[in-house]
């Protein structure tokens, strides 16, 4: 399920900040407890408040669910960017605690006589992006 350009931008806007990706995932809560209260009350009570009979019930109960999916699908895109913060804050918590930092440079020393110098860079783009976790 592909994620609309709305909420791409507002994950982006995000970026690395827990405090932000946090507020972002409760906001889809929010939207989704919403919206099954709205769907149960459609299914239950076709007299109700939202009234609809008929083919525009069942039209409205489709789109209801598929926004269900479609905030389920945003939900786990948040949740998966908090795994990859809260992997990359252990590891180099790992790395802080356990090397020296003449360990460190030594091993970057290694890294880059080693490695590809595609794959070095990537490394030290996403080092750069590890530092900026907020």
Same mark, same amino acid.
Do not use: C, Y
């Given at each position: 399920?592909?994620?609309?350009?709305?909420?791409? *931008?507002?994950?982006?806007?995000?970026?690395?900040?827990?405090? =932000?990706?946090?507020?972002?995932? *409760?906001?889809?809560?929010?939207?989704?407890?919403?919206?099954?209260? #709205? @769907?149960? *009350?459609?299914?239950?009570?076709?007299?109700?408040?939202?009234? #609809?009979?008929?083919?525009?019930? *069942?039209?409205?109960?489709?789109?209801?669910?598929?926004?269900? $999916?479609? @905030?389920?699908?945003?939900?786990? $895109?948040?949740?998966?960017?908090?795994?990859?913060?809260?992997?990359?804050?252990? +590891? @180099?918590?790992? $790395?802080?605690?356990?090397?020296?930092?003449?360990?460190?440079?030594?091993?970057? #020393? =290694? +890294?880059?006589?080693?490695?590809?110098?595609?794959?070095?860079?990537?490394?030290?783009?996403?080092? #750069?992006?590890? @530092?900026?976790?907020?």
């Amino acid at each position: 399920m592909t994620l609309s350009a709305e909420f791409a *931008q507002r994950l982006l806007d995000a970026g690395n900040n827990r405090h =932000a990706l946090s507020a972002l995932m *409760q906001s889809i809560d929010e939207d989704k407890r919403s919206l099954k209260s #709205a @769907l149960s *009350q459609l299914s239950s009570e076709p007299d109700g408040p939202l009234v #609809a009979r008929g083919r525009e019930r *069942q039209v409205r109960i489709r789109r209801m669910k598929d926004k269900l $999916a479609f @905030l389920t699908a945003e939900r786990e $895109a948040v949740r998966e960017k908090l795994g990859k913060i809260k992997m990359d804050v252990r +590891a @180099l918590n790992r $790395a802080v605690s356990s090397k020296s930092v003449d360990f460190s440079q030594a091993f970057m #020393a =290694a +890294a880059e006589r080693m490695l590809p110098e595609d794959v070095f860079n990537d490394l030290e783009i996403r080092a #750069a992006e590890i @530092l900026q976790i907020e």
